[in-house]
């Protein structure tokens, strides 16, 4: 079974500017989760969706948003990027996302703001 | 959410049995424990997961206490593939886990 995909692996971006990161889950996972991992504040939850809708939210500005499809894959969008935005962005499936549920990452997507 | 606590880094031999400690003492009792590792330039990997009794998979074993306050993630014989940072997670929560900063795992040969 193939395993999580995330696109693209690498992006240079400049401040101000807005950008889209794709992940495709697991065959068969209806749950998507996303994280932020930076050096200084480590991993840190985005958001999660299950069927299309949002379930859980982190603790981060409007800018991050995201938005799943009918068939699973996920999207998350930066808008009016900063230099504090630059980190690895990992999605992660799921079956259903319950208590009992291991989440299965992707490589990451690794964004760069200059 | 729960809120994790572990050392920074451990070292160990190859071959020897390594104990990674992990305090979750604000974990609420429907939270399970899951333990992820991430090696470098990869995303994390699960390893083991539990909500109150030991338990053991092929990869490692995890050993839970009582209160649950505290658990600690066995690996019986470190290997150098086992280097990475190893991190407890306080349960999830709608596809959410709480990742502290992990413990470094250094495996000398």
């Known amino acids: 079974k193939a395993g999580v995909t995330q696109t693209p692996r690498y992006l240079i971006k400049t401040r101000g500017q807005q950008v889209t990161l794709s992940c495709s889950p697991i065959s068969g996972h209806r749950s998507v989760s996303w994280y932020q991992q930076t050096p200084g504040q480590g991993l840190q939850f985005l958001f999660e969706?299950?069927?299309?809708?949002?379930?859980n939210k982190g603790n981060f500005p409007g800018r991050f948003s995201g938005r799943q499809f009918s068939n699973s894959r996920s999207e998350m969008n930066v808008s009016t990027l900063e230099l504090g935005d630059s980190a690895l962005y990992l999605c992660a499936s799921s079956l259903s996302g319950v208590r009992t549920d291991t989440q299965y990452f992707g490589p990451g997507t690794r964004l760069t703001v200059l | 959410d729960a809120k994790t606590t572990q050392p920074n880094s451990m070292e160990s031999n190859e071959e020897e049995p390594v104990h990674l400690p992990c305090n979750h003492s604000t974990i609420s009792g429907t939270d399970y424990i899951h333990w992820y590792r991430q090696l470098p330039s990869q995303g994390p990997e699960y390893v083991i997961h539990g909500l109150t009794s030991n338990v053991n998979n092929r990869m490692a074993s995890l050993a839970i206490a009582e209160d649950r306050k505290s658990s600690t993630l066995i690996l019986h014989r470190a290997t150098l593939r086992d280097a990475a940072v190893y991190y407890c997670t306080g349960g999830t929560s709608y596809g959410k886990l709480t990742f502290g900063q992990g413990t470094i795992l250094t495996v000398h040969p």
């Open positions: 969706y299950f069927s299309e809708t949002q379930r």
